[in-house]
């Protein structure tokens, strides 16, 4: 197993596993500027552990398609949700 | 057909622009907190360690750069960003679920201002709406940027946080024996109250 693989799937299950909890957080929110950053954070987290689930499974059985869907699609949505989340943030606090 | 190749190559262009902008913003926010002990502080070591991590690969990967060599520590680099990121959340998490479980009780005046300020904002929003207050912004944001956590507060009640900055005013300056005066705001109160922090403080007594 190459390296590739063995830390893409730790990231997967670790930040995976956090979303869920954050996941739970934002819908009890009820304040809707907070559920809103709530939100943003828990779905960058399940689409930054789908990128890395990805890119596991490029590593393991390689091909274009899985390297674009990982480094070409998720990966940049991920940091996409992750801006959206810091300029919201940067918002409340300005 | 569509060239795969070509497109992962320009959305790498995309997300190191991408993390350069994450990078600003996220340190924008923590330096207007003035606090180390903030998410906002938090969420800029996540980006800084995954700045490092990113920004050689992305080049290498565009061929801008020969990081070759750097590559699988550029991978454990980026690991590590997720396990800061992951231990962040968790003890949000935790502080969230658990609100009465500090991890380090409250010893300087800073940190005695800051619980004061959580058990005001549970006492007047109600547990729920604190916890999720406190989830972004630290009520340790309130002890050395009280002005931008009054304007925090309103942005987020939307301008309905006037008479729970008063209430908070009332009861900070009432639980450290601070004289109130008409028209005190949030600076006023905390800076008078770290004063006389310096000599005796005891939240719990008053």
Partial sequence: ?94 | MVDLESLTSTSETFTLLLIFLIMAILTVAAARTKTLRSFQFEMFVFALVLFSAEVPRVLDTLGLIDASSYEDFGLEVHSASMVVLVAFVALRVYSFQRPGQAFLAPSGVDQKIASAVKSILEAQMGVSAARAVAFYFDPNIAVFDPKGYTKMLGKTFMGGAGPLVRLMVSELCSQFAVPHEDGMDLESCIKQVRKKGATSTDPGAG
């Fill in chain 1, 1 to 94: 197993m190459s390296l590739d693989l063995i830390l893409n799937a730790f990231d997967a299950a670790i930040i995976i596993g956090i979303s869920l909890p954050a996941v739970l957080i934002a819908r009890r929110i009820q304040i809707p500027k907070l559920r809103l950053l709530g939100t943003l954070l828990a779905l960058f987290l399940v689409v930054h552990g789908m990128y890395h689930l990805i890119d596991s499974l490029s590593a393991y059985y390689g091909g274009d398609l899985l390297d674009f869907l990982s480094d070409g699609f998720t990966e940049p949505i991920s940091y996409l949700i992750l801006l959206a989340f810091g300029v919201s943030l940067y918002r409340l606090g300005e």
